[in-house]
DNA sequence: ATTATCTATAGATCTATAGATAATGC
DNA sequence: ATTATCTATAGATCTATAGATAATGC
């Protein structure tokens, strides 16, 4: 059939700017798939070598070294994310007025990830597995969350704190610190959670969690910080 | 001043029993530590020799390979993290008798682990960082997190639908999903807390997260768990 | 003339084992 | 006679680089 198209388009071959931007996409997209199965020690450059169908050389010759390449197979993504939680945190404020709800603030905190981990796409359903072990190890791990979410956190801290007035600080930590567990432990889609109950729930069911999430927490929090309060007003 | 004690009790070498107990211990505790600083594959068989100041050989004398040193490493936590887990649930069930609270079970879930984590004893520290990355570790390290925690969780599971009658199933279940999520960062002890609340909180505060977790997902699971149940009534 | 890709290889590990040695056990 | 420990080393990786090759860019 080809064979019969008068004027058929040259194959052209890609410029080389294009040919850069492809090759290392699909060097960042194989070493985004092995890191999170196998996290930063568990993955040799030989194997994103040979899942990317390149040369181990190349990988040396885009990224220079194993550490920069995770570097960069992280950015990529938490940059994205971040924009994203931004932006819903700006929408609900504006939105929410004078009003705005613990649940609201989760969500914003929350869905915004889980629906980009959700949405299909595979890279980022590996860069939530990812995250989930970043945040989960000390050292590097923690180094990095701190260098890609800090500015992120202290600006959802701040609101959670306004939200919450007269609840003691600490009280206000400790809540962030197990949403966070639970809401990297979700983005991890471990598949635990599939097992326990018997096919029932999918760790990859992203909606599910982003419908619950918010509501146990805004919950859970408004528990703590207004038991903190009311024991705090009889003095 | 040794030297005037007149019957000097000879240098007796130990026992070969306790030599094996003594230095297969020593490899134990040097590998758990580096597991909980680096992962599974962050780790060398190297490294942890020269921790236990023996030679490689001696850590396959004793531990055949990698992936058996790192099961043993965890298995021995994991045992007496379980029976300490059952023993608080069903000490709980018989003191509550009729009428068991949704914080009480899950205090029972929680903190018979944060307390042997926060007992000050190293090996239990450094185990607790292990879980956090072992739970957020797909593939072998759910295959793990089965083995080692399936029963204590469906067991659970179980009192937490009898407590939560006419909830649905699957609601239990994500409020479980989350619970181990918020529960297994917090044994982490990634410090991350510490830095996000300028030291305020440290992560290796056990007490204050025993204090927290249960009050928070007691309240939080009842609202979605009591939420759902509402929303079912009309019909 | 520059750039993407390939070839070849150095040098440093890493796991694992075979076999020797020096104690303890009986 | 058995067991804990040490010596030595094989064989398999793994990271990284130097230098060649074959395209594109101008």
Known sequence: MASTIPDETPPRRRSQKERREETSTRILDSAEKLFSEHGLHGVTLRDVAYEAKVDTSLVHYYFSNKDQLFRSVFTRRASEANVARIKALDDYLEKSGDNP?????????????LRLVGSGDPGFRNFGALVGIVNNTPG???AMMSEFFDDVSRRFLEIFKQILPGAREEDVYWCYHFLTGAFTFSLAQTGRIDKLSDGLCHSTDMDSIAERLPMLF????ASICEKRLASAQPS
Request: hydrophobic letters at 50%.
């Open 101 to 113: 709800t613990l649940h609201g603030i989760v969500d914003a905190f929350t869905t915004p990830a």
């Open 140 to 142: 590097w791990g923690q």
């Open 218 to 221: 805004a919950a859970g929090m």
